[in-house]
């Protein structure tokens, strides 16, 4: 998404050289949106991130991503807060400018999974406790138990998983010629 400033209003510019379909990008963003809502992303930071992943450069302003979207900036504003809080995008500011402009953060899945391990310590602290508080022995501490052996799994394996994504996301750069 390329958003020009023209007579104080935004508008979108169309890359219908390059093949791009406004209209169907808007319905993909939305589209996306509901997928993400479904597992649990709140609607407004879901449509952001969608937005923010068609745009041609990967980044936008609140003004921009408010017009493309058609919601109010303070709407992107919490979105944002939001989806910074959770790795899948950075804030931003040329230099000498006055506006924030908000990105799709480079390999931002991995990012965003590997800020987990310091909730799931968390958790696991606090599933200890509740074994303690329940008592060994009782089919309540047999199931904070099973919980804390995933949570110790996923500890284990995310690093790995992320290592072979690595691997796997330079193989998909080189073939793309992005390096």
């Known amino acids: 998404m390329k958003v020009l400033n023209s007579s104080k209003t935004w508008r979108v510019q169309r890359k219908i050289d390059r093949g791009r379909d406004e209209e169907a990008v808007r319905r993909f963003v939305e589209r996306l949106a509901l997928d993400l809502v479904a597992t649990g992303i709140p609607r407004m930071p879901a449509r952001i991130y969608a937005a923010l992943l068609v745009a041609e450069e990967g980044r936008g302003t609140a003004a921009e991503l408010a017009e493309f979207l058609q919601v109010s900036p303070a709407a992107v504003s919490g979105a944002v807060r939001y989806l910074t809080q959770v790795a899948l995008v950075t804030r931003e500011r040329d230099p000498g400018a006055r ?81």
């Open 99 to 179: 506006r924030d402009h908000y990105r799709v953060t480079e390999d931002q899945w991995s990012q965003a999974i590997l800020q987990q391990d310091v909730l799931f310590t968390q958790w696991e602290r606090t599933l200890r406790e509740g074994m303690e508080a329940v008592g060994q022995g009782s089919p309540a501490a047999a199931r904070l138990a099973e919980t804390w052996e995933f949570l110790q799994l996923m500890r284990e394996e995310i690093p790995v998983l992320v290592d072979k994504w690595q691997a796997r996301l330079a193989a998909l750069r080189a073939s793309q010629g992005r390096g």
